[in-house]
């Protein structure tokens, strides 16, 4: 089960954004043999590949979150080196919030879609679902965020209790 989790922490998102980018390929494959082969396309691939991107860019910021690759100003910690800490923890609160006002603004928006029942254009599916990415992935961030410091304690905690060896 300890082994399972820790794949499920290490790969979630990757895992996800492997099947959506493997299935944004072949539908688009899929488009490309029945325009070029078939003289015939199809409504929906483009659709299709268009939410399953957007579900792949959500997956995407929270991954970023988790290895600490998104996008950040680094002026100040390249000027002031022990800012540094100061400088990615104002990062980290100013991620979450953003994300948490995001996800609140999802919520209202679902909100809404439910209530219209508005359907997409070539598939004809719930936009709720469309939508749902960004409670997905805002949700995801804040919950690396938090992972992020939760780790952080812990760590700090083992070290304290490890005894000194000098």
Not at 92 to 117: E, M, N, P, R, W
Request: aromatic content about 16%; overall charge positive.
């Amino acid at each position: 089960m300890k082994k399972a989790l820790k794949w499920l922490d290490e790969n979630f998102e990757v895992f996800f954004m492997s099947i959506l980018m493997g299935a944004i390929a072949l539908v688009m494959f899929l488009q490309c043999v029945m325009r070029y082969v078939f003289n015939s396309s199809l409504s929906w691939p483009e659709e299709m590949a268009r939410y399953l991107f957007i579900y792949f860019v959500y997956f995407g910021v929270s991954y970023c979150v988790r290895h600490d690759t998104h996008l950040s100003v680094d002026l100040i910690p390249s000027f002031f080196p022990k800012f540094e800490k100061l400088h990615k923890l104002i990062g980290d609160v100013s991620i979450f919030i953003f994300s948490l006002v995001l996800a609140y603004g999802g919520v209202i928006k679902l909100q809404q879609l439910v209530h219209q029942t508005q359907l997409s254009p070539a598939m004809r599916i719930p936009m709720q679902f469309v939508y749902f990415a960004v409670e997905l992935g805002f949700i995801l961030t804040m919950i690396r965020v938090v992972q992020k410091y939760v780790v952080l304690i812990m760590d700090k905690a083992k070290e304290k209790a490890l005894p000194d060896n000098h």
